[in-house]
């Protein structure tokens, strides 16, 4: 299966690579840059790499909305197959996408945009359709989870570990997609559609920019280990999804998850709780989900999104939790308190009662709005 | 697709009920013993089952070979798919249905015989085609992970915890498969034919039957906690495909599997290490493997063993491990001591130096002929 190649970056020139050595598949043109196609198989002309009869298949690692979107339309309308790394893309335009492979009959699989290496999407997708799936949830931003990690066993402090992320190249220049949540809510996105048939919009992302060494050490003193967490679930309302940190008990599964590290898990209605767990993100990783994706296409998969994909309003009304809150005295109020666990200068930390995932979040945006400085994580139970 | 299922046991019940709920899957008839057929969907003629020209499909759940192997090769060589979930059928007799298979193009996928629940084989077959596996290893079996989880966690002895697992309804009444290491053995035997193309012959096996509690607390009191583990590895001499009990740092991902849990991992050439985690047996985990093998024939897949399959006798010469041993002061001789690490009356406690598997397994065997008592573990290092 000739397979073209979108971008040569970190991924792209993996995919490449990786096309040369598999059984069944065939190296076909790389696209790059206007003017950057300074070798022979290296193109910067979209429409003529589609143009080729014998190209059977594109694998997209440009990332971003823009042109991505539009060469993926092509590619699907012109009856070829399209795989793809850009989670972005799809969580933004899967229905399009999706309704155009339904059109043409070509394959659409973007099992590389969630969890790098792990299979996370492709078992969703093979589960959903004799099983069923309540729930899934996990530790999917790789980034993050170094950095929480060495706050965690080395005491880092939150600059830092942001330095030594972006040293290992796990962080870009600009880590605000990641250290926000925002890079696993799009993930968790792509979960929910692959899982439920419900693109949800809307989602609430807390990321882990609030987070300071004593934090950790609070934590550490509760036994507590601190991990950021992407969710979705099908609830009274719909379907919840959002991004948050959390405090798991430290011999939990997810707090034996170390360094770049992502763990998955999803719940079967008969499968029970299935885990994954393995490297997230990484040149190797990433082309070698696109690579699986290409093998699943000539296995006769065509989707990964069930028939009848729909978009909603992600219901966070119907999930309730207790967190514990770092907040100044004075925003005490806001916040049901079920118990005070500690007064550090003008801020204390609180143990809520069960509230909506909504009224948290919504919570700190307004002591935030106010120039307060809160932290907050669920407590897993 | 309408599917037969074979037995209406634990499992093939699951399935008979999970057929009803699968969209694209259709109930078909349950073969039962000779004149256990008591409902009209019930039969107990597997010639009039295969002759129905609208049946697709068959799962079989019946176990051991004889007569499931008579039924599979039937059922391949009439052009219909048979999905199993029968680890000594297709341990024993894969080369055989697979070239049946592979005559007749029917799909014969086997995921359900090794995880239950736990996508391994099917994830491995994946992986295995675009990528390239190195090693597979995990805990494969959960009867046994229950019962070391009891006797590390709360002291129990192991005959306690043997009846503990029989009372679960984990352990059978005649338990010697799973704690000689023999089911775990089956297991990743599937796995090499799967990720290796290679199912090898002469895999060696050692338990959990050979461990006290005394054993476990002194791991415990150095940090480790016990796991049985089933591995297979490309080697030197070409693949090695044991089971041993192994010692884990109490932080390890292993010591954090509880209950009858499996925790299966494999190492891709460019994926890098991923591990699937969950309940490894069940009636609806179990049943749920063999709907979405169902469920992957219709997306197209046809086969989990890669093509070119082949038999061939394991190596163990090439992989070398570290052994923390318990064994008579008089059989010291019989392996090369690193250190001695305590002595309990007649018995020594000793670390090895780096051996051969077989050397181990070999120098067990010796000792228990002359009614020595030893037991073994590997180092994780």
Same mark, same amino acid.
């Given at each position: 299966?000739?397979?073209?190649?979108?971008?040569?970056?970190?991924?792209?020139?993996?995919?490449?690579?990786? #096309?040369?050595?598999?059984?069944?598949? !065939?190296?076909?043109?790389?696209?790059?840059?206007?003017?950057?196609?300074?070798?022979?198989?290296?193109?910067?002309?979209?429409?003529?790499?589609?143009?080729?009869?014998?190209?059977?298949?594109?694998?997209? *690692?440009?990332?971003?909305?823009?042109?991505?979107?539009?060469?993926?339309?092509?590619?699907?309308?012109?009856?070829?197959?399209?795989?793809?790394?850009?989670?972005?893309?799809?969580?933004?335009?899967?229905?399009? @996408?999706?309704?155009?492979?339904?059109?043409?009959?070509?394959?659409? %699989?973007?099992?590389?945009?969630?969890?790098?290496?792990?299979?996370?999407?492709?078992?969703?997708?093979?589960?959903?359709?004799?099983?069923?799936?309540?729930?899934?949830?996990?530790?999917?931003?790789?980034?993050?989870?170094?950095?929480?990690?060495?706050?965690?066993?080395?005491?880092?402090?939150? !600059? $830092?570990?942001?330095?030594?992320?972006?040293?290992?190249?796990?962080? !870009? *220049?600009?880590?605000?997609?990641?250290?926000?949540?925002?890079?696993?809510?799009?993930?968790?996105?792509?979960?929910?559609?692959?899982?439920?048939?419900?693109?949800?919009?809307?989602?609430?992302?807390?990321?882990?920019?609030?987070?300071? *060494?004593?934090?950790?050490?609070?934590?550490?003193?509760?036994? @507590?280990?601190?991990?950021?967490?992407?969710?979705?679930?099908?609830?009274?309302?719909?379907?919840?999804?959002?991004?948050?940190?959390?405090?798991?008990?430290?011999? $939990?599964?997810?707090?034996?998850?170390?360094?770049?590290?992502?763990?998955?898990?999803?719940?079967?209605?008969?499968?029970?709780?299935?885990?994954?767990?393995?490297?997230?993100?990484?040149?190797?990783?990433?082309?070698?989900? #696109?690579?699986?994706? %290409?093998?699943?296409?000539?296995?006769?998969?065509?989707?990964?999104?069930? !028939?009848?994909?729909?978009?909603?309003?992600?219901?966070?009304?119907?999930?309730?939790?207790?967190?514990?809150?770092?907040?100044?005295?004075?925003?005490?109020?806001?916040?049901?308190?079920?118990?005070?666990?500690?007064?550090?200068?003008?801020?204390?930390?609180? @143990?809520?009662?069960?509230?909506?995932?909504?009224?948290?979040?919504?919570?700190?945006?307004?002591?935030?709005?106010?120039?307060?400085?809160?932290?907050?994580?669920?407590?897993?139970?």
């Amino acid at each position: 299966m000739k397979t073209a190649v979108l971008g040569y970056g970190t991924v792209g020139k993996g995919v490449y690579e990786m #096309l040369r050595s598999a059984k069944d598949l !065939e190296q076909g043109p790389v696209l790059v840059r206007k003017g950057k196609a300074d070798e022979p198989w290296k193109t910067d002309d979209f429409d003529a790499v589609l143009a080729d009869d014998s190209l059977n298949a594109v694998a997209e *690692a440009i990332g971003g909305i823009d042109p991505a979107f539009d060469y993926a339309m092509k590619t699907l309308k012109a009856g070829k197959h399209f795989v793809t790394a850009n989670k972005a893309l799809v969580a933004e335009k899967g229905s399009e @996408l999706q309704a155009a492979a339904d059109e043409s009959g070509a394959a659409f %699989l973007f099992s590389a945009a969630c969890g790098g290496g792990v299979p996370l999407l492709h078992n969703l997708a093979l589960s959903q359709r004799g099983d069923g799936i309540l729930k899934v949830s996990g530790i999917l931003n790789g980034t993050t989870n170094y950095m929480l990690d060495r706050m965690q066993r080395f005491g880092t402090d939150y !600059e $830092a570990a942001l330095k030594m992320a972006q040293e290992m190249g796990y962080a !870009e *220049a600009d880590p605000s997609a990641d250290v926000s949540g925002l890079d696993a809510l799009r993930k968790v996105i792509l979960a929910a559609g692959t899982a439920f048939g419900i693109l949800p919009s809307g989602g609430l992302h807390e990321g882990i920019e609030s987070f300071t *060494a004593e934090d950790i050490r609070f934590y550490q003193s509760k036994g @507590l280990v601190l991990r950021l967490i992407a969710q979705t679930e099908r609830t009274a309302g719909g379907v919840s999804c959002f991004t948050e940190p959390v405090l798991f008990p430290d011999n $939990a599964p997810e707090a034996a998850v170390l360094e770049n590290n992502n763990l998955a898990s999803y719940e079967g209605r008969c499968c029970g709780k299935i885990s994954l767990m393995g490297q997230g993100a990484g040149r190797y990783p990433t082309a070698s989900a #696109l690579i699986r994706d %290409l093998e699943s296409v000539l296995s006769g998969e065509r989707r990964m999104f069930p !028939e009848g994909l729909k978009q909603a309003e992600a219901d966070h009304d119907s999930v309730k939790r207790r967190y514990l809150v770092r907040l100044p005295e004075e925003a005490k109020e806001q916040l049901p308190c079920d118990e005070v666990q500690g007064k550090e200068g003008a801020y204390l930390r609180i @143990l809520t009662g069960a509230i909506p995932v909504n009224r948290m979040h919504e919570a700190a945006r307004k002591i935030r709005e106010k120039g307060g400085r809160i932290a907050f994580a669920a407590l897993e139970e």
